[in-house]
């Protein structure tokens, strides 16, 4: 997503709580970050940060990491962090439970430790990254789902939203080749049984725009699981 480029945004994170200011040297202690010891929750290209601002609501009980390479984006993330916790009655100083990183997704290795023990992961609307020689940036292909698993916690899940029917397509293809089994799927989000199961789905701007657009938005949930055998002079992962 581009933003204009927002002057205020970079002294509105340095003054901000919950904004980690040097995400590098906290890699292998993000518990320490916050108040509390809970299980952590990776929300991977937060953007306009209504997403992680719904999910720290909805569940006090769990710590969000929330990342994005755009300061800007995350200046806006943190003005929206603040509304919604105000319309629910509270103040700034109530975001416990979110930190908000300025970081290349992919370097998140360099930030996030096998010691830091994620539960899940969050992948809302990437960039699809159509053409082929693109494929590769793409925040669900093989190489960064290796770098996932080793500081994903056994069994535990990666849930994966877009309205792109190729990248869903072959994400699902990525995640079977990287040892993630696929506990529930649907390609059309909003009529399928989802709350039922899940509860409360958290619209990100994209989803909200795409459905009003008509598009169908595809899910699903992706759970760490055993890597396949490799076959007699195969790669490991696709480069």
């Given at each position: 997503?581009?933003?204009?480029?927002?002057?205020?945004?970079?002294?509105?994170?340095?003054?901000?709580?919950?904004?980690?200011?040097?995400?590098?040297?906290?890699?292998?202690?993000?518990?320490?970050?916050?108040?509390?010891?809970?299980?952590?929750?990776?929300?991977?290209?937060?953007?306009?940060?209504s997403?992680?601002?719904?999910?720290?609501?909805?569940?006090?009980?769990?710590?969000?990491?929330?990342v994005?390479?755009?300061?800007?984006?995350?200046?806006?993330?943190?003005?929206?962090?603040?509304?919604?916790?105000?319309?629910?009655?509270?103040?700034?100083?109530?975001?416990?439970?979110?930190?908000?990183?300025?970081?290349?997704?992919e370097?998140?290795?360099?930030?996030?430790?096998?010691?830091?023990?994620?539960?899940?992961?969050?992948?809302?609307?990437c960039?699809?990254?159509?053409?082929?020689?693109?494929?590769?940036?793409?925040?669900?292909?093989?190489?960064?789902?290796?770098?996932?698993?080793?500081?994903?916690?056994?069994?535990?899940?990666?849930?994966?939203?877009?309205?792109?029917?190729?990248?869903?397509?072959?994400s699902?293809?990525?995640?079977?080749?990287?040892g993630?089994?696929?506990?529930?799927?649907?390609?059309?989000?909003?009529?399928?049984?989802?709350?039922?199961?899940?509860?409360?789905?958290?619209?990100?701007?994209?989803?909200?725009?795409?459905?009003?657009?008509g598009?169908?938005?595809?899910?699903?949930?992706?759970?760490?699981?055993?890597?396949?055998?490799?076959?007699?002079?195969?790669?490991?992962?696709?480069?």
């Amino acid at each position: 997503m581009r933003i204009r480029k927002k002057p205020w945004a970079e002294p509105e994170l340095a003054a901000c709580d919950f904004y980690i200011k040097n995400p590098a040297e906290t890699r292998g202690n993000w518990s320490k970050v916050f108040e509390k010891q809970q299980p952590l929750h990776l929300e991977l290209g937060c953007g306009k940060g209504s997403f992680v601002a719904q999910a720290a609501l909805a569940y006090p009980h769990v710590n969000f990491i929330a990342v994005d390479i755009k300061s800007d984006m995350l200046g806006v993330g943190r003005r929206n962090i603040v509304k919604f916790f105000q319309e629910a009655g509270k103040t700034v100083d109530d975001v416990k439970n979110i930190a908000l990183v300025a970081w290349n997704v992919e370097q998140i290795e360099k930030i996030i430790s096998p010691e830091d023990k994620i539960e899940r992961i969050y992948i809302n609307f990437c960039n699809p990254w159509p053409r082929g020689k693109h494929k590769k940036r793409r925040l669900t292909f093989p190489l960064k789902l290796m770098k996932y698993r080793e500081f994903l916690e056994e069994g535990g899940e990666i849930r994966f939203k877009t309205d792109d029917d190729e990248l869903f397509e072959e994400s699902l293809e990525y995640f079977e080749e990287c040892g993630f089994r696929i506990d529930y799927i649907t390609r059309d989000l909003h009529n399928s049984d989802f709350s039922k199961i899940y509860g409360e789905n958290f619209m990100t701007e994209h989803e909200r725009m795409f459905s009003q657009e008509g598009i169908k938005i595809k899910y699903c949930t992706a759970v760490k699981d055993v890597l396949p055998e490799k076959k007699d002079g195969e790669k490991e992962v696709s480069e």
